[in-house]
């Protein structure tokens, strides 16, 4: 019993005497890979900001005030230490990290703690907007479910069955994206908060614009072993008028992320591995 009791002392779910568990260490983040700076030119994207990244790095950028991520810092010490957890996201709302971890949705803290925040949460694929006591899921049956949380009347509801997968809000909690496999075919589509249909188009990567009015996403081919082209595409929700962003040769832009203020987009070249940055002068209000 006191040895479960300090796996999860040691994880932040539960508190117990000094005496009984070591102080966590520091966490161990992954660096900032680029910040925003007048002192040197403004990349696009045909001489986009290439960033070499160490091998299986970059491959899904993440913005945050502070700049970009090559990868979400999963290896922090409280996470790398919980059983059955998922990549950590980052939530604008708070300005915080989250995971799936343990069964429940936790903050990753810097001191290496994982306070919960929502329990139940079988899945490991999750998304949180914690300021409006929201997390989405994708569980182990293949159900998208929304739960509420922190609020009287607290509930979950199934928003979609299926070949659903990669589930994420949009900046203000109101809509969510989530990536569908269909016929050997990538899509994704954008739902409500009760599960109804807002948009949909073939494509993947797909990420939400901060503005909440469209979504960035990659039309890729392939031989049917490797990626032979690829190229950024965005998507109006509200109209579903579509339009190409890059047209590179040579280039195979992938995994598109918008920065939080709308400015910049990184993306992976998939052709070198680099994380590139380029201005993203389409972002119109």
Known sequence: MLRTLVRLAAWGLVALPSAAVAA?????P????????????????????????????????????????ANAPVRWRGLAKAERSGAAVYD??????????VGAVVRVDADGRLPVVAQGVQGTDVDVRAARGLAVSREPDDRIVLHRFGVP?????????????????SADGTRILVAESRQGESWFKVVDL???TVAQTRGSGAAWHPDGRRVVFQRAENDGYRVT??????IDVASAREERVTATPGVREMNPTPSPDGRW????????????VAAFPLARR
């Open 229 to 234: 082209a690829s190229d950024l595409w965005q």
């Open 153 to 169: 009347g607290s509930a979950r509801t199934v928003l979609l069955r299926g070949e659903f997968f990669h589930p994420r809000f």
């Open 92 to 101: 604008p709302s708070t300005l915080a990290w989250y995971a799936a971890a």
């Open 265 to 276: 987009l990184a993306y992976v070249d998939d052709a070198t591995g680099d994380l590139c």
């Open 194 to 196: 009760t599960g109804r």
């Open 24 to 28: 966590p260490q520091a966490a161990e």
């Open 30 to 69: 992954a660096p900032v890979q680029w910040r925003v700076s007048a002192q040197r030119p403004t990349p696009t994207f045909q001489a986009p900001e290439r960033l070499a990244v160490a091998p299986d790095a970059g491959r899904s950028p993440v913005w945050t005030p502070e700049g970009v991520f």
